[in-house]
Every structure is written in structure tokens, then in C-alpha cells.
């Protein structure tokens, strides 16, 4: 997987669409490229275990997001039409800038 560029951008919203979280949205946190996982707000919580230490004194159970597969989402598109999560394309625009576009109704998923 080393050296595959992704379609998905840290902080965009995306839509999951296989797994135990199938429908939830969330905005990504993280992502692994090279292990093609990414982890997402608020989905496919785990519970951790941690004795006490010196950054945490308390110890017991810690709720934290864990990873996912790439493949288990799609990226939510803002127009109203679409509203769900939808496949990208990548298109060049007339001034060379390489903007990622949504399938269904065409509008730039890039702003800025």
C-alpha cells in the first residue's frame, strides 16, 4: 500500500459504508496511508485498559477511537442533491490546480 495517494483529507466528512458504525458520519482524525486505515471521530470505539502512571495517576478504562479500513467509507458531499456519502474524481482545473470532485452532481469538494 506504500506510495497509494487517497482521495480523503484529514478533517473532511465521511460517511462509514461496511462494519458494525454502517451509516454514522464523522470527520477524520487520522490517517495511516500505509496501512490504509484511518480513524474517525466519535466511531469504532475501543476500550483500553492503562494501569496508573505518571501522566495518568488514576488508571482504569480509556475510551479512544480506533482505526478503520479506507475502503469502509466514502466521502459525504455538502450539496443538498447528494447529502451522503459519494465516490471523488480528481480534475485539473483551468488554472493547474488539482481539485477533487464528487461523481453525482459535479461539484468541487475542495474549498479554498
Keep these: 500500500m ?10 473532511d466528512i465521511v460517511e462509514v459504508i461496511a462494519g458494525r458504525e454502517k451509516g454514522k458520519k464523522g470527520k477524520i482524525l487520522a490517517l ?3 496501512d490504509g486505515m484511518l480513524t474517525v471521530e466519535k466511531l469504532n470505539m475501543l476500550k483500553r485498559h492503562t494501569k496508573p502512571s505518571a501522566q495518568n495517576k ?9 482505526q478503520m479500513a479506507i ?7 455538502d450539496n443538498d442533491k447528494c447529502g451522503k ?3 471523488v ?3 485539473k482545473l483551468e488554472d493547474g490546480k ?5 461523481v453525482k452532481c459535479g461539484e468541487v469538494m475542495d474549498k479554498g
Design 2 to 11: 506504500s506510495g497509494v495517494k487517497f482521495k480523503l483529507k484529514k478533517d
Design 32 to 34: 495511516y496511508p500505509d
Design 58 to 66: 488514576q488508571g482504569g478504562i480509556v475510551e479512544k477511537e480506533g
Design 71 to 77: 475502503s469502509n467509507v466514502l466521502l459525504v458531499c
Design 85 to 87: 456519502g459519494v465516490r
Design 89 to 91: 474524481k480528481r480534475k
Design 98 to 102: 488539482r481539485v477533487r470532485v464528487c
